[in-house]
């Protein structure tokens, strides 16, 4: 399972959800962590490398992202607790989707690449669709 956050000019991150990292616990943190292949291209550069998401950091990138896409404004945040990926989004007042991100990888002390694109709000739906599919298989178990 996986989503896509498209540029204009070709930029593309993809993120592939594999499976959970404890599947069997029943603590609500350790149960939650999802394994992910994170893939950035833009244009000059080529990263790959796996990172460990939280279900509830997705559910929240999805939830704002809903609330974005039916008032046509605000922002929308994807990160992860170990900084290995930190995704914003923003639109504009003309309907644009500005993106900025930055990946480390390895998390903590690795290569940071740093990059900015923009989209068009149209392909928010599919994103939502596709981020509420992965939450569908791999949904939020308890409580905090």
Known sequence: MNFHLLGEENERVVMEVLSRKYPNSADYWDVNWIDSKINVEIPGYLVQFYADLRTDDVRDFV???KLMSS???GKAILKNLESTIHFECKMNY????MWSGE?????GYGAVLKFEFKSDQSYL????KDLDDILTVFPVIGKP
């Open 125 to 128: 739906k599919r994103l939502i």
């Open 63 to 65: 939830d704002e992202l």
């Open 94 to 97: 003309s309907g644009q989707i």
């Open 71 to 73: 008032s046509l404004q």
């Open 103 to 107: 990946t480390c990888y390895p998390a």
